[in-house]
C-alpha cells in the first residue's frame, strides 16, 4: 500500500548516520533534522548511540545501532 500523507511516508524512513568519520557536530545536526522531518528512526554508529538517544529524547523517534558493521566503526 502507497502512503497517502507526509507522515505516513515519513513514519517509514530510517535515517542511516554510519559514516566512519561523520562528526559529533553532523550526527547532532541530522538527529534535529530527524527530529524536525518526523521520520522513524535514526540508525546511528554505536559511538553515538548515547549521545543520540539524549539529543532525540521525548521525539519519539526511535534510536538504533548497528553491531560489526563493515567499518567495524564501534
Avoid at 502507497?2 to 507522515?7: G, L, R, V
Avoid at 513514519?11 to 548516520?17: G, Q, W
Avoid at 530527524?34 to 553515538?48: F, Q
Amino acid at each position: 500500500m502507497t502512503p497517502d500523507t507526509y507522515e505516513a511516508l515519513a513514519s517509514r524512513i530510517d535515517v542511516p548516520l554510519l559514516d566512519p568519520f561523520v562528526s559529533a557536530d553532523s550526527v547532532y545536526e541530522a538527529c534535529v533534522r530527524a527530529r524536525e522531518l518526523r521520520v522513524r528512526a535514526v540508525v546511528v554508529r554505536p559511538t553515538d548511540l548515547e549521545q543520540a538517544q539524549h539529543w532525540l529524547q521525548g521525539s519519539g523517534l526511535a534510536v538504533a545501532s548497528t553491531a560489526g558493521y563493515p567499518y567495524g566503526a564501534s
